[in-house]
């Protein structure tokens, strides 16, 4: 089973509002991504988490936060949504030992802030 | 700053025509460059990747063409077909970076019947 899943798939949340959004594979991957992607732009890293270890890009530092309780499972929190957060959010994962290894990507999770 | 550029934005041929979808990028760090196939409501497949130590991998239907001193690379599609409309986006990684991805912007392929 190569499957990423993501919950929920829309979200509808107030500015201002705490958005968290849930991801999960069984593939046993060490490394999990968050990608950010608005119309006509290229997806953006957000966050990954190594095995325990979150690395957050540097612009989006403060914006989003993360948490891995165990190897399936990651989350990303929004913890003030402004309308700048619409977006969809693809989580990935992939196994970091394996060169050149594929990320498996997720269906992804509309958010749209109002 | 966009490390990864993909043109067109979006594409339509007809069905048996050879689809080309372009790439370039910044980054002489990068070595591997997969491209991803998206259809409405999934996420991003792997579709085929090179390394930067080659000119040329084939999959069937779908060639990349790359060229290292340009910083560019293409995709190609032979025989198009309309179930291979869809998004593509390029993506690169850079060596030893956790199998960071950065990635094109895409193109939106449509192939008519």
């Known amino acids: 089973d190569t499957t990423v899943k993501q919950n929920p798939r829309y979200k509808l949340a107030r500015v201002g509002k705490p958005v968290n959004l849930i991801c999960s594979q069984t593939?046993?991957?060490?490394?999990m991504y968050w990608y950010q992607k608005k119309p006509n732009q290229a997806p953006k890293l957000l966050l990954f988490?190594?095995?325990?270890?979150?690395?957050r890009e540097a612009d989006t530092f403060e914006k989003f936060q993360s948490s891995r309780p165990n190897n399936s499972f990651c989350s990303l929190y929004i913890g003030s949504a402004g309308l700048e957060y619409s977006a969809m959010y693809l989580c990935?994962?992939?196994?970091?030992?394996?060169?050149?290894?594929?990320?498996?990507f997720g269906p992804g999770t509309r958010l749209t802030v109002l | 700053q966009q490390q990864v550029r993909q043109s067109p934005q979006s594409l339509t041929v007809w069905e048996g025509e050879t689809a080309i979808l372009n790439c370039s990028y910044e980054n002489s760090a990068f070595d591997y460059f997969p491209w991803y196939q998206q259809f409405p409501g999934e996420g991003p497949a792997l579709l085929i990747s090179i390394l930067s130590v080659s000119d040329k991998k084939e999959d069937g239907r779908f060639t990349i063409f790359f060229n290292k001193r340009e910083k560019k690379l293409s995709l190609h599609i032979a025989d198009s077909q309309p179930g291979d409309s869809a998004t593509y986006f390029c993506a690169a990684r850079e060596m030893s970076n956790y199998n960071v991805l950065y990635f094109g912007s895409g193109t939106k392929l449509t192939v008519e019947p």
């Open positions: 593939m046993n991957h060490d490394t």
């Open positions: 990935a994962s992939s196994t970091l030992g394996d060169n050149y290894a594929e990320q498996f």
């Open positions: 988490y190594y095995d325990k270890i979150l690395n």
